[in-house]
């Protein structure tokens, strides 16, 4: 299985009054490491919004492990954890970059839209970007 | 089991360019059923907050159903699915206020942290807010 | 010159470490007393926007006088400072509900865009919305 | 007068469903400008706070020249505009890291808050970070 990682820094506007990280920015964070998954792979996700592809999110867990903190370094490590042609699901860690700490741990799942906001096949040429044989069997799921 | 239900309309801030609102948001909209669900009940989890309290979010889960849209009034539904002197789990459903779609399920759980962001047990003079007897009787779990 | 005034309460999302709330998050309430402005004179945003005319943002000025806190109430009174067929300036007091103060003094310039992205000048009917004359004289500048 | 700049990617949360930024998420790309040029001056902003400085900001102005779009790289040109010990503003400059086309031009003015988040004179050690002789002599203004 292939894994991204991408890093970032912690925004002072990402802290709520407890001190800590708001616990929605990590899914904004999973979707920065979705897409630099993407970007490694080959694939700029808006050249697949552009070519007609939507990756719409359905479902997201997230457990918090530990905070993060401001100015904090993270790295939010990527994974495709399921893919099929009609549906993929991706997992994350999220650990801060000095301590390694583990800071969550989280999934999405996703569907394919097509240029009406409906649910579509994933296009044969963008398959393999997530792990999928060209007939679309689905990747190992670990 | 008691319910509480909230309104507040959708921001631009809160769409993206898939023309429908980013899901983080929801989140944050969670937040606010849940604060509103305090008060309603009598707390207002500031005044939690100031006399030491903390409600850190170790969980959440979100499934989306259907997109929520920019200017639509939105109704969070919000309730206490599970409550233990260490540990409070909340339910929501989001919907459209006006076609009565539902667009998301979720739920949040959270420990009581006290002043050194340790957990704690939720002071006696708070479970009833959440449906715990004062001797810290679990909630009935719908 | 005509008001109008919109209420709304401080999310825990809109806080930062500081203990306030992060000052970016006043123009996105900016924007909460413009729609409102809008629909209390009998036009919804999205209306205009889905009649192909946007109101970009093209200049934003905010002087902060005092922090707005968690859960407070916010009042944002919000009125046309200045109205041509081609561009518009809102302005903007921001204040606490309960005291009164006065939390921010703001303003934002607009140009209307087409379908096309690009500047136009704001189609007649709408230019009594924003107090100009159908020939499109100029608001009165308070 | 020294500048900085630092990059950052457009994120898909900062979209909105006009298809660009939301023009409130400029300040935060300010922010992080601002924090990264106090990092290559040798301070970084969190040991500035955690020493009970806080740089609060009374004032915003920001002109937006051209929209940034998703995943477009951004650069963010950081300096110091004026600055006393008492006061200080920041100039940025915000455009496409490819085209290096101006987005944005922007400035902040900043007041220093003590533990006590009253104003105070900013400590001399700090000084030198903003180009402030030991004295407090204003720097040039450009």
């Known amino acids: ?27 904004i964070w999973m979707e920065v490491g979705r897409v630099e998954y993407c970007r490694a792979a080959g694939v700029r996700y808006r050249d697949l919004e552009a070519s007609g592809v939507r990756l ?7 457990r918090y492990l530990a905070p993060a903190r401001y100015d904090e370094e993270i790295v939010v490590k990527t994974w ?10 991706f997992g994350y860690q999220i650990r ?3 301590s390694g700490d583990v800071l969550a741990t989280s999934e999405t799942r996703h569907v394919f839209l ?16 997530f792990g999928m044989g060209a007939l679309g069997a689905p990747a190992k799921i670990p």
């Open 1 to 27: 299985m292939r894994t991204h990682e991408t890093r970032l820094r912690v925004r002072y506007a990402e802290t709520d009054q407890m001190g800590v990280v708001y616990h929605a920015n990590y899914l």
């Open 114 to 129: 097509g240029p009406d906001m409906k649910p579509q096949k994933l296009p044969l040429e963008y398959r393999g970007l």
């Open 56 to 62: 719409a999110v359905v479902e997201v867990r997230c």
């Open 80 to 89: 495709v954890a399921e893919a099929s042609p009609r549906l993929i699901r």
């Open 96 to 98: 801060n970059a000095d």
